[in-house]
């Protein structure tokens, strides 16, 4: 007669309901840790698409831009900064512009020209000299930008100062098209010499 206890019984690999559960906190971990690097990146960083021709040269339409929000918690935007902010007549769209007057300067376009505290930019990134003239003075807390296309921009000219909190970051990186790709320079700005 046959002895069924001397055959070897194999061992029970670990039943299908344990891989089940693993790979449920397999996936929930993953999501999580994607959740926290999406939220993480979103709070250092804004992704916006340059809609328009107003800051041409410098920005195309359709290019996608990296703006850094962390710049201005640890600084103040400087002339020559290339800002994205809220619309002051409507926070909920957008818009990217150069800075050019801080807070207690005063702004003077004439003859193509634009002043800051009656001495001349040097703009090598504009389009072209503006056609209109004015005068303003910037209030504290406040910003006087404009695009680079002056001629063909909707900015403080029109419109008036940006408030400093309506600032949502620096731009800092082209990233789409990749042929475009590459750093934002906001060096270009320089005021003349002061006449003696």
């Known amino acids: 007669m046959y002895d069924f206890r001397a055959i070897p019984i194999p061992e029970e690999s670990d039943p299908p309901r344990n ?13 999580l840790i994607a959740l926290v690097l999406f939220l ?25 831009i990296l703006v850094n ?16 902010f ?3 007549r409507n926070p909920a769209d957008e818009y990217i512009k150069r800075v050019i007057g801080l807070p207690g300067d005063h702004i003077r376009v004439e003859n193509g020209v634009v002043y800051v505290n009656e001495r001349p930019l040097d ?21 006087f930008v404009l695009g680079d296309n002056r001629n063909n ?26 042929p475009k790709a590459g750093s934002l320079s906001h060096d270009g700005m320089a005021l003349a010499a002061p006449t003696p």
Do not use: C
Request: without cysteine.
């Open 86 to 88: 809220h619309y002051p």
């Open 40 to 64: 993480a990146i979103n709070t250092v960083s804004a992704r916006i698409r340059v809609e328009g021709y107003s800051m041409m040269p410098t920005l195309e339409n359709g290019e996608f």
């Open 153 to 178: 921009s909707s900015d403080s000219h029109s419109w008036g100062m940006v408030p400093l909190d309506y600032v949502v970051g620096k731009a800092a990186f082209v990233y789409w098209p990749l």
């Open 123 to 143: 703009e090598p990134y504009t389009a072209a000299p503006p056609r209109y003239k004015g005068a303003w003075d910037v209030p504290d807390g406040e910003l």
């Open 19 to 31: 891989e089940a559960l693993q790979f449920f906190w397999d996936t929930l971990e993953t999501v």
């Open 69 to 84: 929000r962390l710049t201005y918690k640890f600084a103040s935007p400087q002339r020559g900064d290339i800002i994205v």
